[in-house]
């Protein structure tokens, strides 16, 4: 070993334990186990992984396979978040194996897979070191293009643009620019931020003569088009991707994915017209069987019963020897789920069971569970909640499903069961994120008791305990949401002055949430609910405030269209109580209409809305078009 480091020197110089893993048979070969330990990795099975490669240091000698392992542990820890103990790694392998030819190849690995993880910081700092040690290496494209993408993610705007300008100063003739350019814009749109600067990044990407991959760039514009709800754009980058690359083999991936965006921002029907495409013209595409599993997605949230169903029975009937059907159809469990058919996705999930196994199991089990207590079949859901700990007492998202079924107990009004589980999550996973929203969940059951000595005590423990958590603006919102409901059940039991209460109080929560953490509050749902509640409060000029808020700031909320919809209710509300003249008021009336056709032409507001124009006789002054915002429905606390 280089520099005469002893094999369990280093290992200890690192502070990582040695010991040996029952049932890893290093007579396999080292390399054959190193492979077992990358593929625990890859499917997010750190803590497995993490052993393996401990286990390889104690028995493994040969100085290039050492360097493979503390890649392998390196890549670990940085997906566990353990950032000190990447950074004893990487130190470590500059320490004792600066000599070996795969030390570039481990530390930028290392990188990679921190820029992956969202450890940005640690991500920066290993590229500069990467670069600065290797500045004329071939690769040297690439790792700048991971530094410029990891100080985006960060936020770091003006070292981005400082080292964007350098890049294209270095690379702009560079063969490979363009696709480096591309790789940036990707890791943008992967985790769906700063979805303008990725356009613009792929604008540059897919301009120019023909390169190998300017097939991904364009659908890179077109989807990041689509989020903007630049429409007309991605249609036209859509055609042209159709027109230049229908016999490309990648095609069927490239039109199923921009499909894909289609469908979480509400326009289904182009949706679904680019599905069928894939399924007619590519019909032996891998892809094809996801865009059936798409089709049968759109239709459940079009609230179309039978062409769900339908679209069902074709994927089972032409794809179930595919090697991810299982996998489409507990995705479609999951969508029923989420839309509260629990019933449809009891039978999507125990389908996906059949030929799912392992920690793929994992979900349809946790699913059934949620479900199962909505469905109030109490046997299935306690079994499972009881095999899913003792099965996947490791799974990294244990806490999480444990969770969601507490909060499922809580929604029906079972709070026995609720606070035994989320005091389960305190006891054993008292600093996860979960352990965050079992203290709001045991907020919001002291609220729904009418504790609120209680209530105020826990939420004291809460923001105290998880006081810097990101989260901790949304779970604190979490609580106000069971006031929203105390107030309407006070309203149905003729509580009036009680029901005003509560949704002052919901008000005033929002307001205190927007002021503490201006930059972290989840400002749709806060605007949202509180426009609500100064309706029921008859404060119309302060609701339509608050719905036009949530309209111009986020339209991909998923109730945006909601709110466009109650801006055209209320001002009628205030037509018939001769607040607003009756010409103003139709105008108005109008203008909020129409932008429900034109915007949310798929939402269940849109037929009311198109009435409204037939009823006054303005048939055919309507127009339809534009889109039905929408984004992935948060399963949180088991909604």
């Known amino acids: 070993m280089a520099r005469g480091m002893c094999v369990r020197g280093l290992c200890l110089g690192l502070g ?73 790694v990487y130190k470590g392998l500059l320490e004792g194996f600066g000599d070996r030819a795969g030390l570039k190849g481990a530390l930028v690995g290392i990188a990679d897979e921190c820029r992956s993880a969202n450890r940005h910081a640690l991500a920066i700092e290993l590229y500069r070191l990467i670069l600065d040690r290797w500045p004329k290496d071939p690769d040297v494209i690439w790792w700048d293009s991971g530094l410029i993408a990891s100080q985006l993610c960060a936020n770091d705007q003006k070292a981005a643009d400082r080292s964007l300008e350098e890049f294209d100063g270095k690379y702009k003739a560079d063969v490979n620019y363009r696709k480096a350019i591309c790789n940036i814009a990707d890791n943008l749109r992967w985790r769906n931020i700063q979805t303008d600067r990725a356009r613009q990044l792929y604008s540059i990407a897919a301009d120019g003569p023909e390169y190998p991959d300017m097939l991904w760039a364009k659908m890179g514009l077109a989807i990041t088009s689509i989020r903007s709800r630049d429409y007309v754009t991605g249609g036209k980058v859509v055609g042209s991707i159709i027109g230049r690359y229908g016999q490309d083999s990648r095609i069927g991936s490239a039109i199923c994915q921009i499909a894909d965006e289609y469908r979480a921002a509400g326009r289904h029907r182009e949706a679904i017209e680019l599905y069928q495409r894939v399924l007619e013209d590519y019909p032996g595409d891998s892809y094809a069987m996801w865009s059936q599993m798409g089709i049968a ?25 595919h090697p991810s059907f299982y996998k489409a159809v507990r995705d479609i469990g999951d969508n029923y789920r989420y839309r509260d058919i629990h019933d449809k996705a009891c039978d999507m999930y125990q389908i996906a069971l059949s030929g799912l196994s392992g920690a793929e199991a994992f979900w349809p089990k946790a699913g059934i569970a ?14 499972l909640t009881e095999q899913i ?99 309407f059940q006070c309203e149905k039991e003729g509580l009036d002055t009680k029901a005003k209460e509560y949704f002052a109080k919901v008000i005033s929560t929002g307001e205190a949430i927007l002021k503490q953490w201006p930059e972290s509050a989840p400002g749709q749902e806060v605007f949202h609910i509180s426009a609500v509640c100064y309706g029921r409060l008859h404060e119309y000029a302060k609701a339509i405030e608050y719905y036009q808020k949530v309209v111009d700031e986020w339209p991909d909320y998923e109730y945006a269209w909601q709110a466009q919809f109650m801006v055209a209710r209320t001002y009628e509300y205030l037509k018939r109580l001769g607040a607003i003249s009756k010409t103003d008021a139709e105008s108005l009336i109008a203008t909020a209409y129409q932008r429900v056709l034109w915007y949310y032409q798929d939402s269940p507001a849109a037929r009311a809305s198109g009435n409204w124009f037939k009823y006054h006789q303005y048939a055919d002054e309507v127009q339809v078009g534009g889109n039905r915002p929408n984004r992935d429905r948060r399963s949180r606390e088991g909604k």
């Not at 007579?27 to 890859?42: M, S």
């Not at 392992?69 to 566990?80: E, F, P, S, V």
């Not at 019963?305 to 029975?313: H, R, T």
């Not at 009418?450 to 609580?479: I, R, S």
Request: proline fraction near 3%; glycine fraction near 6%.
């Open 16 to 88: 990582l334990a040695i010991f040996t893993i029952p049932g890893l048979s290093i007579l396999a070969g080292p390399v054959e186990d190193i492979k077992q330990a990358d593929g625990l990795l890859a499917v997010g099975q750190y803590q497995k992984a993490e052993e393996v490669y401990l286990g390889l240091l104690s028995v493994v000698s040969d100085p290039d396979q050492r360097v493979m392992i503390y890649k392998g542990l390196g890549r670990a820890y940085a997906q566990a978040g353990r950032e000190e103990l990447v950074r004893k």
């Open 297 to 321: 997605i759109s239709n459940i949230d079009l609230g179309k019963k039978d062409a769900a169903e339908s679209a069902i029975e074709k994927l089972r009937r032409h794809y179930a020897d």
């Open 370 to 383: 949620i479900a199962s207590v909505h469905l109030k079949d109490y046997q299935t859901a306690e079994a």
């Open 389 to 487: 700990q003792t099965e996947f007492a490791n799974h990294a998202q244990l806490p999480e499903a444990v969770c969601l079924i507490g909060g499922a107990y809580r929604s029906i009004g079972d709070y026995d069961k609720a606070l035994d589980l989320y005091q389960l999550i305190l006891k054993v996973w008292p600093r996860s994120e979960q352990a965050l929203w079992a203290k709001a969940g045991i907020v919001r059951i002291a609220v729904a008791l009418g504790d609120e000595a209680a209530a105020e005590e826990a939420m004291d423990n809460m923001t105290t305990d998880f006081k810097d958590h990101p989260a901790l603006p949304a779970a604190v919102w979490a609580t106000a949401e069971e006031y929203y409901n105390l107030a």
